[in-house]
């Protein structure tokens, strides 16, 4: 998917963390090997530190990015009726 912040649109990938959250992903800092991976398997690539560039660091418009992906992260915890009462 591509980040949807004005003037951005820098093709993002969804990582996971050892924390098991999803981290927006330069999709230019992932190696072949995990594009190959990513084709093989129907499944979401662990963020490597010091290797993967999360997205936040360099969105062009991060506070932009930020909402966005706030939402985002709402609407799929809604549909699976989580509810986040602590915030
Ligand atoms: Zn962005």
């Known amino acids: 998917m591509r980040c949807r912040a004005k003037n951005c649109g820098t093709e993002i990938i969804f990582t996971l963390t050892k924390n098991n959250k999803q981290m927006p992903t330069d999709a230019t800092s992932l190696t072949e090997e995990d594009f190959k991976w990513l084709a093989n398997n129907n499944g ?7 290797e993967h560039t999360s997205h936040y660091g360099t969105c062009r ?5 930020r909402k966005n992906y706030d939402n985002l992260s709402k609407q799929k915890s809604a549909k699976r009726g989580i509810t986040d009462s602590n915030k």
């Open 44 to 50: 979401i690539l662990s963020f490597r530190y010091g």
């Open 61 to 65: 418009n991060p506070e932009e990015f």
